[in-house]
């Protein structure tokens, strides 16, 4: 077990994540001459930017996530990327915008606690069972909340702001860029060193619950969450996210977004692929519904039909008419699987109407109030085999002299002038017009028909 877990791609990924962190602070620390400190306000900006928008990016995706499992790990995972985005957009960039990006205690102290915060919530996400909730989640409500959150927390650093300490007593200077500068208040570096043990712990606990499940973006959080943790020590070396340096803590942060990005969107492809798939798979089912229902019954009835004896003409009518259907059967199966996924109603029913009229040499007017209305396959499908059924019925039954199918948004009409039957006769009884009738319950419709000896028959479906 050991063996497999180590060869794991999940396992392997959070490890050389692990590794280039690790040999990325290691360099800063054993090589003093390397510098890698530069002085770049807009280059500080332009990552802070970055950071929220594709945290915010993550954190919507993995929503639609969690909206699917209403598991509370995906919840909390949310919502630490919700605070970590909010940390680097309204502590970060807002206040250089607005050209208040000096060090001060709304640019130091309240965004420490809020990464904290989001830095416990990731190892919490990541250390919860995989367990469904069954509380209501409102996004503009919780938006609201935090917004309204943030608000007291700024209000009330800037209040304590002649209170609060220094968080960083000497700010990263040209000369000291390139060796560590580990200054700040002791609390300042204590919460760094939480969120390490955080970051750390997340990334253990994210990477054997993804390769116990095979749940690949919890593997790409792993992954996300070592670079994370790399950050915070790097920041502990170098206190550049509280100026305008940027220093490998803030590379190593850009790599945990940017892992956790590519990670949703592998998880969107991955979705749209099974999506796709089980779509196929239950169209492939429906066909074959479709053929056991219709042509293989067919089939079987002529089977029956043909013995050793002689036939008489009625078993020989009969086994043709079998035959015919079994035929337009799998027809209609061959045509289905030619037409588009998205074809419009009413060309599908025209088509398919159009094509038994002239079997049967038949006069039909199609008349369509609906060209471009669409409804999904297996409904679709179902209408056009209404259809079908009706008009071949009334070619074959009714001698009529013309057919019109009108379609409309939610209704179908097949209509002829011909010979019609008893009321209370046919309907329910013949397999056409029972099978017809399963196929409008299916979709959630209802199929009436309307009938009178030498008046025609009027076939109409409500859905």
Same mark, same amino acid.
């Given at each position: #077990? ?7 791609? $999940? ?108 830095? @416990? ?35 009330? @650093? ?145 089977? #029956? ?6 036939? !008489? ?14 035929? !337009?059967?799998?027809?209609?199966? $061959? ?6 996924? *998205? ?69 179908? $009409?097949?209509? *002829? ?20 009738? !399963? ?10 028909? !309307? ?13």
């Amino acid at each position: #077990m050991p063996t497999r877990a180590a060869g794991s791609p $999940i396992v392997r990924r959070t490890a050389l994540a692990t590794l280039a962190g690790g040999i990325l602070t290691v360099v800063v620390v054993a090589v003093p001459s390397l510098r890698l400190a530069y002085r770049s306000p807009a280059g500080h900006l332009v990552l802070e930017t970055a950071v929220s928008l594709i945290g915010a990016l993550l954190a919507l995706l993995l929503y639609g996530r969690f909206r699917r499992s209403r598991a509370l790990d995906e919840l909390l995972l949310v919502r630490a990327l919700v605070l970590l985005a909010v940390a680097a957009l309204v502590f970060g960039a807002v206040p250089v915008v607005a050209g208040s990006g000096d060090q001060s205690a709304l640019t130091t102290w309240a965004p420490l606690l809020v990464r904290l915060v989001g830095a @416990v919530m990731l190892l919490v996400a990541a250390l919860v069972p995989h367990h469904r909730v069954r509380v209501l989640v409102r996004p503009l409500r919780e938006a609201l909340v935090l917004g309204a959150l943030l608000g007291v927390l700024a209000v009330a @650093v800037q209040l304590a702001a002649a209170w609060l300490p220094v968080a960083v007593t000497a700010l990263p200077q040209p000369e000291q860029s390139a060796r560590p500068v580990i200054e700040g208040h002791p609390v300042v570096l204590a919460v760094q060193a939480v969120s390490f043990v955080c970051y750390a712990g997340a990334a253990v606990a994210f990477t054997v619950r993804a390769h116990r499940s095979g749940d690949d973006l919890l593997g790409w959080v792993g992954a996300a969450c070592a670079l994370g943790g790399w950050a915070r020590v790097n920041y502990l070396l170098f206190p550049s996210i509280y100026s305008e340096w940027l220093y490998t803590g803030d590379l190593l942060r850009l790599g945990f977004y940017l892992l956790l990005l590519v990670g949703a969107v592998r998880e969107v492809r991955d979705y749209w692929s099974a999506q796709a798939e089980a779509a196929a798979s239950a169209e492939r089912r429906r066909l074959a519904r479709d053929l056991h229902d219709g042509a293989v019954q067919e089939l079987g009835y002529i089977r #029956m039909l043909a013995r050793p004896e002689p036939l !008489d003409r009625a078993t020989a009518v009969q086994i043709r008419a079998a035959a015919e259907r079994a035929l !337009d059967e799998a027809r209609r199966a $061959i045509a289905a699987l030619a037409a588009p996924v *998205d074809e419009p109603v009413a060309e599908a029913v025209g088509r398919a109407v159009r094509e038994v009229a002239d079997r049967y040499d038949v006069p039909l007017t199609f008349q369509a109030r609906w060209e471009d209305g669409r409804l999904p396959a297996e409904q679709r499908e179902a209408l056009v085999r209404i259809a079908r059924e009706a008009v071949s019925n009334a070619a074959r039954h009714a001698d009529p002299s013309g057919i019109t199918v009108s379609l409309e948004a939610g209704q179908l $009409i097949v209509a *002829d002038d011909g010979s019609g039957f008893e009321h209370g006769g046919r309907p329910g009884s013949g397999y056409g017009l029972t099978s017809m009738r !399963d196929r409008a319950e299916a979709i959630a419709g209802r199929l009436s028909v !309307d009938s009178q000896p030498g008046a025609g028959t009027r076939v109409t479906v409500v859905w």
